[in-house]
């Protein structure tokens, strides 16, 4: 093996690999990335069996081949070194010397031959989508994903599709037992797009590697699911991510059917009043009280272990008075992705949940289960 590529793109590929190769193992090779150079191309690989990604650039290749190498040395190398090209050569016991500018490595690698086969498969149809449009969706869910490793159906985000009459409707799910985010898009009646007889769930680590590789990527992506896969392709990079085999609980069910009190409220100043609440959080208390009497919203938390905090922010309101406490952190979660303007706060009483939505779009609700106090 024999190719020089540039040092930038031979930077972007392992930074885009970093978060992928797995670092507690029984499989050394796995903390490797594999490199394969093909005519006019370098491809950089890395996998953990559970997500996988390969993102490929220009190169000038003399000589075909493939070798793995520590993901973490060739990263901090690639870093440190100046210059504009690197060189790669590979000899027959698979030493491979590396040279950029002045600077020469020798590193030996694995050989190819164990690595996780993860190139892609025949047969997979692929959706275009916009990128933007999948990453709204992920911020507005990914706050509510369960991090307890006993709920595994709920580690992650329920993606669904659905054909309407308006076009094909996507969506995302997340709830963490206390509280549930849900977001969708209508893609247009004349966009097709993956129909699912139910949803898949997506795991929180993929979605945050699919949330860099959206980042990366400027308009559409396609995108697809295949046998337990879900995979995102650009130009120049594939992603795939497993999906969670389990069954996702009927979200609809939580979904408040009696209205309650609502609350409009300018985004902003609710927000910042209620992270001045949560400086008086600890771990063991985040509960905040919140009071509504006419065009008035007070807010108070105490804890025995820092001390008390009140505030009075203007609202819109108009019902009767009410009190009701709920976890401040959740509350902040929920409004701070609604984005500029004002939202709505539907309060369903001490025992029945409240409703966190923005006031000039339909597209996303957070449900949030009050606390005793």
Not at 193 to 215: A, H, N, S, T, Y
């Amino acid at each position: 093996m024999d190719f020089c590529i540039r040092r930038e793109y031979l930077l972007a590929g392992m930074q885009r690999t970093a978060g992928i190769v797995e670092k507690k193992t029984t499989m050394p090779i796995l903390n490797n990335v594999l490199i394969t150079a093909q005519t006019g191309k370098v491809t950089i690989s890395a996998t953990d069996l559970e997500i996988a990604m390969m993102v490929g650039y220009e190169a000038d290749v003399r000589v075909e081949g493939t070798i793995t190498l520590s993901a973490r040395k060739l990263h901090e190398l690639v870093r440190e070194t100046q210059g504009e090209m690197v060189h790669f050569v590979k000899n027959e016991k698979d030493l491979v010397t590396i040279t950029c500018d002045k600077a020469v490595y020798r590193i030996p690698g694995l050989g190819a031959g164990e690595y996780p086969n993860i190139a892609e498969e025949e047969g997979i149809r692929y959706f275009a989508v916009s990128s933007e449009d999948i990453l709204e969706l992920i911020r507005k869910t990914y706050f509510a994903i369960s991090t307890d490793p006993l709920r595994k159906n709920l580690t992650g985000v329920l993606f669904e599709s659905q054909k309407k009459e308006s076009g094909a409707e996507i969506r995302m799910v997340a709830t963490d037992g206390h509280r549930m985010a849900m977001a969708w898009k209508t893609l247009g009646p004349d966009v097709e797009f993956l129909e699912m007889e139910k949803g898949v769930i997506l795991p929180r680590k993929g979605l945050g590697e699919i949330r860099k590789l959206l980042d990366d990527s400027n308009g559409e992506v396609r995108m697809g699911i295949h046998q337990g896969m879900c995979i995102f392709k650009t130009d120049n990079a594939m992603l795939k991510v497993r999906l969670i085999d389990s069954e996702y609980p009927d979200y609809r069910r939580v979904i408040p059917v009696e209205k309650g009190y609502f609350v409009r409220f300018e985004r902003d100043r609710v927000l910042h009043a209620l992270r001045r609440m949560s400086v008086i959080s600890s771990e063991g208390y985040s509960g905040v009280i919140v009071k509504m009497t006419a065009d008035k919203m007070v807010l108070h938390s105490t804890n025995p272990d820092v001390g008390e905090a009140s505030e009075e922010v203007e609202v819109s309101y108009q019902d009767p008075g009410v009190e009701v406490a709920y976890n401040v952190n959740f509350l902040i979660d929920a409004i701070e992705v609604i984005g500029e303007g004002d939202g709505m706060f539907e309060i369903g009483g001490a025992k029945k949940p409240g409703i966190v939505r923005p006031v000039d779009s339909e597209r996303y609700l957070c449900i949030i289960m009050p606390l005793k106090f």
